[in-house]
């Protein structure tokens, strides 16, 4: 591993060492106010009712993502759904058993599908006997990207080749041409860990980010693609110029949410990495006090087995060095190791 991950698990030891509390300078949420994926206001209800066996809610929420083609909120809310529905499937099958052809239900079933293949041995067999139950999702309502979305994902655990990939990609942008989950779909399959390489990565996300609109969560895809490069281990190198300039993508995109939003919370998160890891200060302050108490397990879940512990020593190492005045405002000098990543 190169310098920026062996930097970042002696920043961590540190950490663990000295942190003395729970910290609150520079307008920090206190250790105990902070959790992990707490869902909005939307979701939430949904979530208590599916527990409790009961699915109207659910099915009411996500009729309305698709009525008022709420197809970003639609794609959250159908993973969230479907995470929890790993470990209590008797709400969704009540669901199907009243309303087989309900096109939510049908989209929630594929969703559910894919994440138990995937962590299947047998994963990319798993995954073809899912493919029909995604042509239903998609056959639920046309205008619909969010199975697309879900198709791209299974493309890339069944190994499909560049060319039907493409297929499936002009696909969804036909539905919705900036969907920010089929974006990031698209990034994981021309990512150096599946079928593309860290170049081709970047080449995408920037072009993509270039096309959106500055509001567009589109422009999180650069800092998803230095994220992935900085924690890849590879040794191919890309000009730490892209990586900080991705940083400044989200950071501008980051000053233009407002506060409370769970679901921006993850793009918070994760460009407080990228910050960190270049050693940006005073910035990875700013956006862990934006932050506040919403920790997201993208990226930390990537990072350790504790994503609420690792977000938390990470942030009490970032006030530190921050505080400490390192480089010029709290900031260090870019680091001159070509290809600085983890």
């Known amino acids: 591993m190169v310098r920026t991950m062996s930097y970042l698990r002696s920043l961590i030891g540190t950490a663990r060492r000295l942190r003395p509390g729970p910290p609150s300078p520079a307008g920090l949420s206190c250790d105990t106010e902070v959790l992990l994926d707490v869902p909005d206001e939307r979701l939430g209800p949904a979530l208590v009712a599916a527990a409790n066996g009961e699915y109207e809610p659910a099915a009411k929420l996500l009729a309305t993502t698709r009525e008022a083609a709420e197809w970003e909120d639609r794609d959250r809310y159908t993973a969230r ?15 199907l058993a009243a309303a ?107 072009q993509a980010a270039d096309d959106a609109l500055p509001s567009s969560l589109i422009q999180a895809l650069p800092v998803r693609a230095a994220f992935a490069y900085l924690i890849s281990g590879g040794r191919l190198p890309v000009a730490r110029e892209r990586i900080d300039e991705a940083a400044d993508r989200a950071i501008a995109l980051s000053a233009s949410f407002g506060p409370g939003n769970t679901w921006q919370a993850e793009i918070r998160n994760l460009l407080v990495y990228v910050l960190v890891s270049r050693e940006r200060w005073a910035e990875a302050v700013e956006q862990f006090r934006l932050i506040g108490p919403d920790v997201t397990s993208f990226p930390w879940a990537q990072l350790s087995d504790d994503p609420l512990g690792r977000f938390l020593e990470l942030r009490y190492a970032a006030l530190r060095s921050a505080d400490s005045g390192r480089g010029p405002r709290g900031r260090p000098e870019r680091s001159r190791v070509n290809g600085h990543y983890a």
């Open 100 to 206: 087989p052809y309900d096109p939510d239900a049908r989209l929630l079933k594929a969703e559910l599908a894919v994440l138990q293949a995937w962590d299947s041995p047998a994963r990319a067999e798993r995954l073809r006997e899912v493919g029909p139950l995604i042509d239903a999702a998609a056959d639920g309502d046309p205008r619909d990207p969010v199975p697309w979305r879900i198709a791209l994902d299974h493309a890339r655990g069944v190994h499909t080749p560049h060319t039907d990939f493409e297929k499936l990609w002009e696909q969804a942008l036909r539905r919705s041409s900036r969907h920010y989950g089929c974006h990031v779909a698209a990034l994981q399959y021309l990512s150096a860990q599946w079928y593309g390489s860290h170049r081709e990565c970047f080449d995408f996300a920037e």
């Open 81 to 95: 759904l479907a995470a929890f529905t790993l470990s209590r499937e008797d709400w969704l099958a009540e669901w």
